[in-house]
């Protein structure tokens, strides 16, 4: 089954660096279309940033482009989005998520797996 876990979310000053880690089972991760998507309670979710590694991406919204990037590891099936820059607005769960490769982009309903999340609070 595929499964995924995000870690190194936390509460950083506006300003501040995070960076976010996916670690994946039960599928190769240079296989799916890789995203990070984030939610905030009330609003739709976003999708930030996204890369199918064998072909397609990084893509980013323009929310982050130039803050945040995404990578991944495919020895070691990791998923990363390093995030600089952070400000309040940026404040969100966010979710590692995984989709069929084509196409890959920032349309997160084609998502099908999804971890559990990680919460980022940027204070002002």
């Known amino acids: 089954a595929v499964q995924l876990m995000e870690s190194g979310g936390g509460s950083v000053p506006a300003g501040g660096s995070l960076r976010l880690s996916c670690a994946t089972s039960g599928y190769a991760v240079n296989s799916y279309c890789m995203g990070w998507v984030r939610q905030v309670p009330g609003k739709e979710r976003e999708a930030v940033a996204s890369i199918f590694s064998m072909g397609a991406g990084p893509y980013y919204a323009d929310s982050v482009k130039g803050r945040f990037t995404i990578s991944q590891d495919n020895v070691k099936n990791m998923l990363y989005l390093d995030m600089n820059s952070l400000n309040p607005e940026d404040t969100a769960m966010y979710y590692c998520?995984?989709?069929?490769?084509?196409?890959?982009?920032?349309?997160?309903?084609?998502?099908?797996?999804w971890g559990q999340g990680t919460q980022v609070t940027v204070s002002p």
């Open positions: 998520a995984a989709g069929p490769s084509i196409p890959c982009g920032l349309s997160w309903r084609r998502f099908g797996y």
